[in-house]
């Protein structure tokens, strides 16, 4: 297209201010690729630093980097607010980086120190600085720990089995040994199936005081004296069905199976045999033939199997007689339920939604758009059935584009944004033609905009 290497906007209303684009090319049309991606058709948006002009994404004034933030502006000529990325805070006019685990920082009382004054769950925070628990429940004054979380004990035998070259290395303690910590002054809290398989809780590295679900506490009968190599000895966290998969013991009897297992019991007592697992589908279940629940995407049919929902969003019981086949009575997004009554689902082509028209209902059934894909347009034939076209196929240079369909004012497909590389143009109405909205290739216009302000 052969418009201009200097591109004149004008803002006509009264009393021209002229504003001439400085050299560093502030207000100099920029580059398409400036937009950031957008999921749904609204107004352009801009990556940070950056304002939309309606046609190009243009940098905000003084729009410098900065660490840990960035400008925003509405207009070119408006002033610019900083706004300070995740991990930093504005504090006296500057983004300050936040410390690990705080959630709350700035300036002290006197105001001439940076505190914390709260802390992400896993700190506890100790003189205005967040402190990582790493399991650890209280502490003393010096910030000893003196109790351990549930599922982790005060490790007195502290072990460094450490392998790294650097053992003051902090965040390779944490990497690759979970268990053991090494940090003077900080807690030492180790986990309790480090040294009992199966473990919830303990209060020693040798003594379990509650086992995992569906395990008991078996004490040992041995008589050897315990040490760090046998801790075994103690007793150990035992399955209470060999099987697996229960849930809660009773003493060495299983009780309870897992969700979406069901029991097998003895036909004399209440003992469980075994936990199997709930047939496909199920979700709970009370034998291999009743599931009381079923998974989502699944229904439940009239023999308490439950079958996949396929493209129903919600099922015809009346129609479903073959469960494995289900007819719908309303279908999940992109598909429209035939009108007919066959309850069927019909996939839409190229949009989000749908509608089967009436009258449409033959071998040949057609759905005709509602609503397309973002970066489509609709095209409506004779019939009346709107089909869905890529904004490309209008131009390679549109992103996101209207038509007739979208817009009834149109008489053509028009873009309402660019494809990167190139900004969104309105050329004016000139004599008998109509003003026209385009897209201009980026590098025909590198020189200055004028901007005329009023
Ligand atoms: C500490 O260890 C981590 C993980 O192994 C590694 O990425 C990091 O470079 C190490 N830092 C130092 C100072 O050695
Ligand atoms: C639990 O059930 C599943 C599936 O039936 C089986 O693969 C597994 O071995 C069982 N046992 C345990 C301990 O998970
Ligand atoms: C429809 O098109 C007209 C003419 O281009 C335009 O002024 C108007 O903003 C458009 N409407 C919508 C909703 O996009
Ligand atoms: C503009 O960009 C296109 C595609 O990258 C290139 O072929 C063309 O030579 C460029 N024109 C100018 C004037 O730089």
Do not use: H
């Not at 049919?301 to 719908?328: E, F, G, M, R, V």
């Not at 449409?360 to 609709?378: E, K, N, P, R, V």
Request: aromatic letters at 10%.
């Amino acid at each position: 297209m052969k418009i201009l290497f200097c591109i004149v906007l004008l803002l006509v209303v009264k009393g021209a201010i002229i504003v001439t684009c400085p050299k560093n090319g502030f207000g100099c049309v920029t580059y398409g690729a400036n937009t950031i991606i957008q999921t749904a058709r609204t107004n352009s948006l801009c990556r940070n630093g950056y304002y939309w002009n309606n046609q190009a994404c243009m940098p905000c004034k003084n729009a410098d980097i900065v660490v840990g933030g960035y400008y925003t502006c509405s207009a070119y000529y408006e002033g610019t607010s900083l706004t300070c990325i995740s991990g930093y805070t504005l504090i006296n006019g500057v983004c300050v980086q936040i410390p690990l685990g705080c959630t709350a920082y700035g300036l002290n009382q006197n105001s001439d120190a940076y505190v914390c004054t709260a802390c992400l769950s896993d700190y506890t925070l100790k003189a205005g600085v967040c402190i990582n628990n790493r399991y650890c429940s209280s502490w003393d004054d010096n910030a000893v720990c003196t109790s351990c979380q549930t599922g982790y004990f005060l490790n007195w035998d502290l072990k460094f089995a450490s392998t790294s070259s650097n053992l003051n290395n902090q965040t390779d303690w944490i990497n690759t040994y979970q268990t053991y910590y090494k940090f003077p002054g900080e807690s030492f809290c180790s986990v309790c199936s480090q040294t009992m398989a199966n473990c919830k809780s303990c209060n020693s590295a040798y003594t379990c005081t509650q086992c995992n679900d569906g395990y008991y506490w078996q004490q040992s009968i041995s008589s050897t004296q315990l040490t760090s190599s046998n801790a075994q000895f103690a007793g150990s966290c035992v399955s209470c069905l060999t099987s697996g998969n229960c849930s809660t013991c009773q003493g060495s009897s299983c009780t309870q199976c897992r969700a979406g297992y069901y029991p097998t019991k003895d036909t004399t007592s209440t003992v469980i045999l075994s936990c199997n697992l709930c047939p496909n589908g199920c979700s709970t279940c009370t034998s291999s033939t009743f599931c009381t629940d079923c998974q989502t995407s699944f229904y439940k049919y009239t023999d308490n199997l439950c079958y996949p929902l396929n493209k129903c969003a919600s099922i015809n019981t009346q129609l479903t007689t073959i469960p494995t086949t289900p007819k719908c009575s309303s279908c999940i997004a992109g598909y429209a339920l035939d009108p007919s009554g066959t309850g069927i689902c019909y996939q839409c082509g190229n949009c989000d939604s749908c509608t089967i028209p009436t009258g449409q209902q033959t071998a040949s059934l057609q759905t005709s758009c509602t609503t397309c894909w973002d970066t489509y347009f609709g095209v409506k034939d004779t019939n009346g059935i709107v089909t869905c076209k890529p904004c490309t196929q209008a131009s390679d240079s549109f992103l996101r584009c209207q038509g007739p369909v979208e817009n009834s004012s149109l008489n053509g497909v028009v873009p309402t944004q660019c494809q990167d590389g190139y900004y969104l143009y309105t050329l004016p109405a000139s004599g008998t033609t109509l003003a026209q909205t385009v897209c201009v290739p980026s590098n025909q216009s590198q020189q200055c905009v004028t901007i005329l302000m009023y």
